[in-house]
Nanobody, 115 residues
């Protein structure tokens, strides 16, 4: 099983980034996919979640209206479109897949929002 995140980097406040998480080794379309983030000194927190078909999503209050999660089951990939980025969005972003007791994590990608 592998989850490989990409797309992180340094961006100015107000800017945008698009994260991607490529999955392999399991039946991607059967798993709920999520993005979490962890800033230094903070606990890991849920950012966004999407159901298996993409028909339902939910977001942390802090990112609602700015971030959009989506998935492409044909390409085994989940995305996080991040707009109007703020310095407080700075964190390591992790991809997560979950189905019952099966719970997988990626290695994370750093997002830094700074001028």
């Amino acid at each position: 099983v592998q989850l490989v995140e990409s797309g992180g980097g340094l961006v100015q406040p107000g800017g945008s980034l698009r994260l991607a998480c490529a999955a392999s080794g399991f039946t991607f379309s059967s798993y709920v996919m999520s993005w979490y983030r962890q800033a230094p000194g903070n606990e890991r927190e849920l950012v966004a979640r999407i159901t298996t078909t993409g028909g339902s999503t939910n977001y942390a209050d802090s990112v609602k209206g700015r971030f959009t999660i989506s998935r492409d089951n044909a390409k085994n990939t989940v995305f996080l479109e991040m707009n109007s980025l703020k310095p407080e969005d700075t964190a390591v972003y992790y991809c997560n897949s979950k189905r019952g007791r099966y719970d997988y994590w990626g290695q994370g990608t750093q997002v830094t929002v700074s001028s």
